[in-house]
């Protein structure tokens, strides 16, 4: 195998243990996801990760400069940790099903 | 309706996963799109605080009462088909939960202790969640209707036969239930209860999804099944919206499952029937062996016989016949793809002239070598779990689609 299909998932080195904690990488499906939001976005598109507290302590995933698509749930405590230190996350949208949306979320 | 259930760590390592969640936060969260609960009780340890509050919060869980628990709780899986080990098996809770309540949704939990629990309510949806655990089921602090939400095993265990037709009627009578929900994974669920003096047994088939993430279908169907009853569906119909809801939820694995899903009966059920499937694939080094020895007891478990060439014939030089005979008495092929494997090609080559459905399963195979099979009629995936649900449902009926499926 030369290893030139794309869709050859390799490992990322993440969840394994290893590495600096924050250079996070992971698929997971946006919890609560806004139907309008969802309606913007399309497979391949890139979206903001942020931390917010109100109204409630979490981690988003947003349209760029535009509305909150669904919240994250998966690695919540580091990932808020890693975002108080400075590091910018992205959420790759991978698929949409059925009104959910599942996006790989990764450093900038 | 009030949900009791555990929190607790899921980790996959192959595909990549890792979760706080655990079947009383999954059935929660299922169903926060509706206004029915009412609270959920689960067990949190203080270092587990922190993290299961903002994973409550994301999942908007907003009512929670939190029982203390002495350690962290976690199952671990090689894949989402794999038994899973358990971490946090010594942890302890203590004192008391009170539930009074129209609906309440029980699910058994990994914690020990003394903790006691007093429920009163007009239907009790236990789904005991003790695959090892072979104690009949106490009725001590339950006040209601009873209805008992098990998989096949805990029903063969719980009801003392190996038909799980007749464990069920066993477990009804035993138990006093009002009802006993068998679920039976990729054939859907065995619904046993009384109609005056007579035994009445329904089956509901499953719902085929293009992706299936199995980990956490079984909370869902109980969830869905106990919303269900909540608002006044009869036992049949709760059992519909039981398995359409696990559907969902192994299709996208969308913690919150949407009101309509749990509110419109109109899926596409799948009537089982008896199938079995042919296990195609290489069996010569030690990983091999392994994909092969999970498959075949994942196959086994979904409800369909299975033929496999490493099983029924063993490794030699004069093989073929035999095996391609095997081959010619299934309803379905499950290919293992990786490595490309000149027999296990030849064997899906064969089966797709024979017009025997095929599905592929291949981890790290290229696209580029796999344009024959699925410019044909073989049905490709990149996940496993998925390859063997459709492998299962295609014996049992299921049209399979060409091309690659899941990527």
Redesign the interface.
Known sequence: MSGSDPSVRRSTGAGMGGGEECAITFETTLASPDPDAVDTVRAGDLLDVESIDSPVSGVVAKVIGGPIVGAIARDILLLRRCLDRGNDYEAEVLRISGGAVTVVVRRR | MIIVGGTYDEVVVQ???????GSGVRAA?AL?NTSTVEKLITAVDKGTL??F???A????IKDVEIVRRTERVGFRYMTPISPPSINGIGSLTDGSISVDTQTALIFGMVEGGKLTRKVNAEYIVLDPQKPRDTEPISRRGLKGKLVIVANQSETQQLGDDANEVVAAQNLLYSSGAHAIVTKRGASGCLITFSEGSHLRQEAVGAVPS??VWPIGSGDMFSAGFAYALDQGRDLVEAAMVGSQTAS?WC??????I?LHVLSQVDSQFLTPRPGRVYLAGPFFSAAERWLVETVYEELKALGVEVWSPYHEVGPGEDIARADLDGLDSCDAVLALLDHSDSGTIFEVGWAVAKRIPVVGFG??????GMKMLGGSSVELH?DLSTACYRAAWAAMGMQTRPG?LT?
């Open positions: 595909p990549d996963s890792n979760d706080l969640i969260a926060s922190d993290e509050n903002l994973v919060s994301a999942l908007r293009d992706r969902y299709a996208t694995r969308r913690p919150d949407p981890n790290a195979v290229e696209k580029e990149r690659w990527n």
